[in-house]
């Protein structure tokens, strides 16, 4: 824990995925994943009526009693309720887990997947307590996925690959997919002391599709090897995502595109979002791109 400087505004790229013009998505989108890994993406497909009720489906979860939510805690598969402090993503820099609550739900597995990491189960509250509650959660899921592909080909794309590179089994037509349903308390944050919404960490997948609330609390840092690390404010924007990458897809590029460090700054209020996170499935051998190596910059 050490002395930070004011934080600054982000600038991002906001990318049209409804935009014809996909060369100009494309250098968009590069410009993007090797500056910051952060952009907005906007005509993604979702409407803005589907999201508000999926945001207010999340919130009736999160005002049940503790008692009926703890009844869906976690299980194996990684499906299921996460209580407030459960959570610790910097344990370097944080007094304890995060002042955040989430719920966490997988791509319904077919019996070939069963056995391996992250398939399993879902956990789903009783229909008698949250009537449509399962069926919301599952058709955001199938829409969130098709948004995934077709920002998927522009990644292609943006890495000199076939624009279908990403479309395989393998990859993404049996991903795992994991949706995280988020509600941040209404604590304020004191990095000095080590306190969090939620602690400094890259994804480890290939990308984030995150959707939030109004309220500001997301920050990115682009310089997380210096000292003081700079701390740039991520402002929400209405009916967008703000799309991240992940260390697979910095990995998977030889480093071409980066992974952030990104962290959550509680400000008093509460806060909700809700996280996308894409990966290929587990028969996806992840190695260095052939258009992201050469004798001058072989496979780190």
């Known amino acids: 824990m050490g002395k930070e400087i004011p934080q600054t505004q982000a600038i991002l790229n906001c990318i049209d995925l409804s935009n014809p013009n996909i060369d100009h998505n494309v250098d968009l989108l590069k410009q993007s994943c090797t500056d910051s890994g952060f952009f907005y993406l906007i005509n993604h497909g979702i409407s803005q009526d589907f999201m508000d009720e999926v945001f207010a489906q999340s919130n009736t979860f999160f005002t049940l009693p503790l008692n009926e939510k703890m009844k869906l805690l976690r299980n194996d598969s990684h499906k299921g309720y996460t209580p407030v402090l459960d959570e610790i993503l910097d344990p370097q820099n944080q007094l304890h887990g995060d002042y955040k609550e989430g719920y966490y739900i997988g791509v319904e597995d077919n019996d070939s997947l069963h056995h391996k990491p992250f398939y399993g189960p879902n956990q789903w509250p009783a229909s008698d307590v949250l009537p449509g509650w399962r069926e919301t959660m599952e058709e955001y899921q199938r829409r969130a996925l098709e948004v995934g ?3 998927a080909r522009i990644i292609a794309l943006a890495l000199g690959l076939d624009a279908n590179f990403f479309d395989k089994p393998e990859t993404l037509r049996e991903p795992i997919a994991i949706l995280r349903l988020l509600h941040y308390q209404d604590k304020v944050s004191d990095p000095s002391q080590g306190l969090y919404a939620a602690g400094a960490h890259t994804d480890y997948g290939l990308i984030t599709l995150l959707a939030t609330d109004d309220v500001q609390g997301l920050q990115i840092c682009k310089n997380k090897d210096a000292k003081p690390q700079i701390w740039e404010d991520v402002t929400p924007l209405k009916g967008a995502f703000i799309v991240n990458l992940g260390d697979m897809l910095e990995r998977w590029s030889n480093c071409t595109f980066e992974s952030t460090l990104h962290r959550v700054i ?12 894409l990966e290929p499935g587990h028969d996806c051998l992840v190695e260095c791109l052939p258009t992201c190596k050469s004798d001058e910059n072989p496979p780190k």
């Open 149 to 151: 592909k077709a920002l």
């Open 266 to 277: 509680g400000n008093g209020q509460e806060r909700y979002s809700i996280a996308y996170f």
